[in-house]
């Protein structure tokens, strides 16, 4: 069969891989706040979304007996589609909160197996094509597809109430169906464009125990790495801070001044947030790789573990000062999502490091699930504790927690010239 430019799938492919995570992890906030529940309620349920990607290396390698990679992500593409529709006619209803928390769940899964299957997919396909500048492209829409939905359709959302006269159940469901939409166009664009590969075979590849043997092996071996208990305390506390903070500090943006919050309007949250934070946390992460590959990651770990902790400060700052100016607020988010940004790549650097060997890539998808259990656990109960003391008190225990970060920073194990870029003609780093 002919072969595909890539350029006509591969965006596309990895724009629907950001939608359903930006909806599951991000929209969903500003839905459930302006549908009036309390802050507790919110970090506490949207937590749990954060389950399939913590069990994302039980289900997902059960997927390669059944059906080929690319029928996975057409199939998964329509399900994505159809919950978001279920999202869009549950909220204008009585029921609109078992409706819409069932509907993300569906939309969670579905995207954790689209995950999988996309880069399976991408790689059979890209084998024998050299693909490094795709990576850049794959990572360059997901962006954007975090953007676009954090931003735009938060916007659009905030723009459809005032339209219908702050009718918020009836603007979100709305948006929810137009995204519903633009899903099922992906769906049928991928149907028709994604090419049909020879290497890409299904339901023969074993048998369920077989794959079950091949987990219980992955995890046992995981469990038997040199350094585990620094390194799994590195996992999960590392980014202790961030998990405490990433959701109510979006609540924070939102919520009424009264309440302590800076009252921003949805169209001035997904410009801040959603647009200017988010291009900030690429950008954080852009400096931080390239600081890496110049000259590995022991010159830059220490600088990165106080860049993930110290910038909750521009929230303590926020929280106390109360500022009215979206120029001096857009500034603080950006600035803090930068830092982030930059820090991560330290915790992305172990997680590869600590992964290879034998089994690299199930080891690496645990230690995903570990970081994904380290959200959920510190974000479960993030909302109740800002109720408890109030935002300037909380953002100023989530900076003490930063000591934590510290602490597992001094005891992590992990080559300083991890990371640096070197010669072809010269040895890699392991």
């Not at 349920?45 to 080929?68: A, R």
């Not at 219908?164 to 149907?191: D, E, K, P, Q, V």
């Not at 410009?271 to 852009?286: A, D, E, K, M, N």
């Amino acid at each position: 069969m002919k072969k595909r430019n890539p350029w006509s799938w591969v965006p596309t492919l990895y724009f629907a891989e950001g939608l359903p995570y930006v909806a599951v992890t991000a929209i969903s906030l500003i839905l459930y706040k302006q549908l009036g529940l309390h802050n507790a309620e919110i970090t506490f349920y949207l937590s749990w979304l954060l389950l399939p990607w913590v069990i994302k290396p039980l289900w997902c390698p059960f997927i390669n007996l059944l059906q080929t990679k690319r029928w996975w992500v057409v199939a998964m593409e329509l399900l994505i589609g159809a919950a978001f529709g279920g999202v869009a006619f549950t909220i204008p209803t009585s029921l609109w909160l078992q409706g819409t928390l069932f509907f993300f769940w569906v939309m969670a899964f579905a995207s954790i197996t689209h995950d999988y299957a996309a880069g399976c997919y991408y790689m059979v396909e890209m084998e024998e094509t050299s693909h490094h500048w795709l990576v850049r492209i794959r990572s360059a829409f997901f962006c954007l597809a975090t953007i676009f939905g954090q931003g735009i359709l938060v916007m659009v959302a905030g723009n459809l109430q005032v339209i219908y006269r702050n009718s918020i159940s009836y603007s979100w469901s709305l948006m929810f169906y137009g995204t519903c939409g633009l899903l099922i166009a992906l769906w049928l664009w991928h149907t028709y464009i994604l090419p049909f590969s020879r290497e890409d075979r299904g339901g023969d590849v074993s048998s369920p125990a077989q794959v079950w043997e091949g987990i219980c092996h992955s995890f046992q071996s995981f469990f038997h790495k040199p350094h585990l208990v620094t390194s799994l305390c590195f996992i999960l506390f590392f980014i202790l801070p961030e998990g405490l903070l990433s959701k109510v500090s979006a609540l924070f943006l939102i919520d009424a001044i009264h309440n302590g919050g800076l009252g921003l309007s949805p169209q001035e949250f997904g410009l801040v947030q959603g647009t200017v934070g988010v291009i900030g946390l690429s950008f954080g992460g852009l400096i931080g790789s390239i600081a890496v590959k110049k000259e590995g990651i022991g010159k830059w770990i220490w600088l990165m573990a106080c860049a993930v902790t110290v910038p909750d400060l521009f929230y303590a700052y926020l929280s106390s000062e109360l500022p009215r100016s979206l120029a001096v607020i857009s500034a603080s988010v950006f600035l803090q999502h930068f830092c982030y940004g930059f820090g991560y790549t330290a915790y992305a650097l172990f997680l590869i490091s600590f992964s290879r060997g034998e089994d690299s890539n199930r080891h690496y998808a645990i230690c995903a699930g570990l970081m994904s259990l380290s959200w959920m656990l510190s974000g479960m109960f993030s909302g109740a504790l800002q109720e408890a003391v109030g935002y300037r008190r909380f953002f100023l225990i989530v900076m003490a927690c930063g000591i934590a970060t510290l602490i597992v920073t001094l005891f992590v194990n992990i080559r300083p010239t991890f990371g640096r870029k070197v010669p072809d003609d010269e040895d890699v780093e392991e």
